[in-house]
C-alpha cells in the first residue's frame, strides 16, 4: 500500500551556498557540482558557465561543505577542442568516483559535440592535471558515472542515451579497462502516463557503496502543458551485481520548492552531480534551477530504511500486474486482435 513520506532530505538553511557573485572570474551562472571528499575537505567540481554560453569545470573546496569555499581563481578543467573535438562546444555536469585500485578518481562528464552530448572520462590524481580518455559512447548520451570497484573483472558504467522518439532510460554497460564499453543493458526504466519520473529519467550523483546495497540517486522529468519539473527518486541496487534493483521508490524524495529552486535559467530544477557521507549523514550538493549550487542533507539510516520499504520492481504491484495480465492480445471484438500498447 503507498504511503506518501515526503521529501527526505532537508536544505542546508544556507542555500544557496555558492553563487556567481561568490566567483573570482567573471561568468553567467554556477551550478550541478560534483563532490567528493579529499584528505578531510569537502570538494566540488562545478559547472560554470561563461556568457557564450559553454561551459567548463571549477573546483571548490571548503572544510565543512557548508560555508567558507575556497574557489580556483581561473578554470580548473577546461574544453580541449583542439585535441578532444567532442568538447567543442563546452564539458558539463560532472560526477566523480575514487577508483581505489589506481589511486586516482574518475571525472565523468558531458562533452558538447557538433553532433550533440555525449558521455566523456578522464582521470586526475590532484584536481590540477588531468588525464582525459576522451569520449566513452557515442552521442546522444548523458548523466555518466562509474562504480569504483570491479564485477567480475569488469568496470561498471551507468549512463542515459537521449532519445527525441522514445523513453529516455538508465543504462549500464561494462568495460575491461575503461575505455572501450560493451555488454550495454537498461537498468532503469522511465514510468509512463502521470507519474514523476515519466518518459525521461537520469542518473544523477554517482553510486554509493552501502553495507545494504548500492544506492542510486536519479533524476526524473515531468513534462506538463507549460514546463518540465526534474525531482530526485532512489533506487538500491544488489552489491554483487549492479544489474540488480533490489528497490526502487515510487515518490520523489526532492524536488524543487524554494524560489531559488524554481526561477532560474531553467525552472523547477533541482540537479544534483554529487553526494558525499559525513560521518552517519548524506549531502547532496545540486544545481538549482541551472544558477547556483545548493546542498541538503539526511541520516543515511533514514534512506536506507526507506529504500527497503519502496517495492521490489520498477512499478507498483497493481500495475505490474495489470501489465502482465493485459500484455497479450486485447480480447475487444471491437477492436480484433490487436497488442496492447
Known amino acids: 500500500m503507498w504511503k506518501d513520506h515526503g521529501e527526505l532530505f532537508i536544505r542546508s538553511k544556507k542555500n544557496p551556498i555558492l553563487t556567481v557573485n561568490d566567483w573570482p572570474y567573471k561568468a553567467h551562472s554556477v551550478f550541478n557540482p560534483a563532490a567528493t571528499i579529499v584528505d578531510g575537505t569537502t570538494l566540488l567540481m562545478v559547472r560554470v558557465e561563461d556568457h557564450r554560453g559553454f561551459s567548463h569545470l571549477t573546483v571548490a573546496k571548503s572544510k565543512n561543505g557548508i560555508d567558507g569555499w575556497e574557489i580556483d581563481s581561473e578554470p580548473t578543467f577546461t574544453p580541449d577542442p583542439v585535441n578532444y573535438p567532442e568538447e567543442i562546444y563546452g564539458i558539463e555536469d560532472p560526477r566523480i568516483t575514487y577508483i581505489d585500485e589506481m589511486g586516482k578518481w574518475a571525472v565523468t562528464y558531458t562533452a558538447f559535440s557538433d553532433s550533440g552530448p555525449l558521455t566523456a572520462l578522464a582521470f586526475t590524481e590532484d584536481f590540477r592535471n588531468f588525464d582525459r580518455v576522451g569520449a566513452t559512447l557515442p552521442p546522444e548520451n548523458k548523466d555518466a558515472a562509474i562504480f569504483p570497484v570491479k564485477f567480475n573483472d569488469r568496470w561498471a558504467m551507468l549512463h542515459r542515451p537521449v532519445s527525441q522518439s522514445a523513453k529516455a532510460n538508465i543504462w549500464i554497460s561494462f568495460s575491461p579497462d575503461m575505455k572501450y564499453w560493451g555488454d550495454h543493458e537498461v537498468l532503469l526504466y522511465a514510468r509512463e502516463g502521470g507519474w514523476w519520473d515519466a518518459r525521461k529519467i537520469g542518473l544523477s550523483p554517482q553510486p554509493l557503496r552501502t553495507s545494504d546495497g548500492w544506492l542510486i540517486m536519479y533524476h526524473g522529468v515531468r513534462q506538463t502543458t507549460s514546463k518540465a519539473s526534474y525531482r530526485l527518486g532512489l533506487a538500491l541496487l544488489d552489491l554483487e551485481d549492479p544489474r540488480k534493483v533490489l528497490h526502487r521508490s515510487e515518490g520523489w524524495v526532492f524536488g ?37 549550487v545548493s546542498m541538503a542533507s539526511a541520516k543515511l539510516r533514514d534512506v536506507l530504511d526507506y529504500s527497503h520499504g519502496c517495492p521490489e520492481t520498477q512499478c507498483p504491484e497493481e500495475f505490474c500486474n495489470w501489465f502482465e495480465e493485459n500484455s497479450g492480445l486485447s480480447n475487444d471484438p471491437k477492436k480484433g486482435n490487436i497488442k496492447l500498447k
Open 256 to 292: 524543487p520548492r524554494e524560489m531559488y529552486e524554481r526561477t532560474g535559467d531553467v525552472n523547477d530544477v533541482v540537479f544534483p552531480c554529487g553526494w558525499v557521507l559525513v560521518d552517519d549523514e548524506i549531502r547532496i550538493y545540486y544545481g538549482s534551477a541551472d544558477m547556483s
